[in-house]
């Protein structure tokens, strides 16, 4: 993977898209993926709506190297993401004994007989592969995406329960990500007792486009939040180009 490549992260769920619940994994994910280097595009949030699911996949995978997918690989009607995912690429799904083992096995520890319906959680896109999920019944995917004329993408589907996902990337996701020999830092600066535009006047070209390290504002009532985003080959490069940056920052801004 180099340097240049870009992630997007897709929460598939009704119950993010209605308000009931917070989308706590996208935030997470994009913590991580900056620490190794990948920086995140877009969040998309979702419904379980077949078709705008699939036409998502289809949008995600073109403009984005990698695509992680959170949510919906349960064994109910409404988990839709390996059909999705399937459609998106135009493929079926089929049958890996290897995961349908592991679920029955998993049902069997609890002295429970699988429910037919669990089969679901044992199909993949045809020329994808399962993730290992030792926590739960269901297995991640991982699914190369052809882009003719370009680098193949890649869409990587995860559970949405944040223990599942969270160990699924630390542990078979990130290892299956090249390395792209760079880290993404962050750090925040408040400031109060001037507006937004006064604040971009006194940086000046800091916050420039394309600057490095990237200096962002943002206002919050009486509250302005300088971030301050830095990449570099480690995690020393980044915090010294930082520094420098808010020395600059603060002698700009003053008191």
Do not use: Y
Request: glycine share 8%; aromatic share 2%.
């Amino acid at each position: 993977m180099t340097e240049s490549r870009r992630a997007e992260i897709v929460a598939v769920g009704s119950e993010l898209t209605s308000g009931a619940r917070l989308d706590t994994n996208s935030q997470w994910l994009s913590n991580r993926l900056g620490e190794i280097g990948i920086p995140v595009l877009a969040h998309t949030t979702i419904a379980d709506d077949l078709p705008v699911m699939v036409d998502s996949l289809r949008r995600a995978a073109e403009r984005s190297d990698v695509v992680l997918v959170t949510g919906g690989l349960g064994p109910t009607l409404d988990d839709l993401t390996r059909q999705a995912m399937a459609e998106s690429v135009g493929v079926e799904l089929v049958l890996d004994e290897h995961s349908l083992a592991h679920v029955r096995n998993l049902f069997e520890r609890r002295g429970r007989t699988m429910p037919e319906r669990n089969r679901i959680q044992a199909m993949f896109p045809a020329g994808s592969e399962p993730i290992s999920n030792p926590r739960g019944t269901a297995p991640g995917v991982w699914m190369p995406v052809e882009r003719p004329g370009r680098s193949t993408s890649v869409v990587a589907a995860m559970p949405g329960v944040p223990s599942e996902m969270k160990r699924m990337f630390d542990f078979e996701v990130v290892p299956r990500l090249d390395a792209t020999g760079s880290v993404i830092r962050h750090r925040v600066l408040k400031c109060f007792g001037a507006g937004e535009s006064d604040m971009e006047e006194r940086l000046g070209d800091l916050t420039a486009r394309g600057r490095e390290p990237e200096v962002g504002i943002t206002a919050h009532a009486a509250t302005i939040s300088l971030r301050v985003t830095a990449r570099g080959p480690s995690e020393a490069a980044c915090e010294a180009a930082i520094r420098d940056t808010m020395a600059t920052v603060r002698e700009r801004l003053g008191d």
